[in-house]
């Protein structure tokens, strides 16, 4: 899980963890092994181009998953690392950060008896930049994956053995009466898994929230996603190539954040349910995200 941190006061950003991530679902029929480094909806949270001032953030990001059959599903823990510089390159701040992660997953559908706790694959953001103007907000980034977790052929895994390149582009803004808007755009580029010299294809994404601020420490709102593998996955040893997928996501979120020892802590938690879903067994997630100043 892109990802993300929630607002502090409206001003600190929801970095998307962007999801990013790992879907271990081996039931499914999209992409190598039914699975992609996108979890959908998961860039979709308040203020998510929005940054805070200057500085080192820690967020913890944690997610549950799995398809509507209970039969697969994980459980994934991302301690992400957020560096603000003041640094400026074309008039925007420049913004770094790193998401480690573990994953415990299993797959029980049909005669499958799997269960694998390990090493997931590491998300970062070599580099991004972000613009302000008045009601809008804009941060423009390039999201890495990388193979960073456990993979053996033919075993159940906690990486998927490929780099995914993943460019963003997120907006926020805001409206009238409280509102907001905030929407990002991206396409993943997957690279080669050396282990089967099986490709995967592109992935479109886009994700959105529209919220409302009952005060400046709590907003509710709606998220979803809307996510469509755009080309053909490639092999070149005769393994069965996956049907295309596409799928929409829905579901409520809210934001709060109390001052704990004169430090702002925001909470943020979601819960998203797929449908329209082809080449791939329907999904939902629950996630629940802590961002604090160091």
């Excluded at 803004?173 to 755009?185: A, Q, T, Y």
């Amino acid at each position: 899980m892109i990802i993300s941190f929630v607002p502090t006061h409206r001003k600190i950003t929801l970095i998307p963890v962007f999801m990013l991530l790992l879907m271990l679902s081996n039931a499914s029929k999209a992409t190598e092994g039914g699975g992609s480094n996108y979890l959908p909806g998961f860039y979709g949270d308040f203020s998510m181009a929005v940054f805070p001032d200057p500085g080192t953030y820690f967020n913890n990001f944690f997610a549950a998953y799995q398809d509507t059959s209970t039969e697969t599903g994980s459980l994934l823990e991302m301690p992400g690392i957020i560096h603000v510089t003041d640094q400026k390159i074309l008039g925007g701040q420049f913004i770094v950060g790193l998401y480690p992660g573990l994953l415990a997953s299993k797959d029980h559908a049909g005669s499958n008896n799997h269960n694998r706790v390990g090493l997931g694959d590491f998300y970062f953001v070599p580099g991004g930049l972000n613009w302000k103007w008045q009601n809008i907000t804009a941060f423009l980034f390039e999201g890495i994956v990388a193979p960073t977790g456990r993979f053996e052929l033919g075993d159940f895994n906690t990486g998927r053995n490929y780099w995914t390149f993943d460019h963003n582009l997120q907006l926020t803004l805001n409206l009238p009466g409280d509102n907001e808007l905030s929407m990002d755009i991206g396409y993943m580029n997957n690279l080669i898994n050396p282990a089967t010299d099986y490709k995967s294809g592109d992935e479109f994404h886009f994700d959105y929230t529209a919220g409302h601020y009952f005060t400046s420490t709590i907003g509710i709102g709606v998220t979803g996603s809307y996510y469509q593998q755009v080309t053909q996955d490639i092999s070149s040893h005769g393994l069965n190539v996956a049907q295309a997928v596409q799928a929409t996501s829905l579901g409520p979120v809210i934001m709060y954040t109390p001052r704990l020892n004169e430090q702002d802590v925001s909470l943020s938690l979601k819960w998203l349910r797929e449908f329209d879903v082809t080449g791939r067994a329907p999904q939902e997630y629950l996630v629940f995200r802590i961002f604090t100043p160091f």
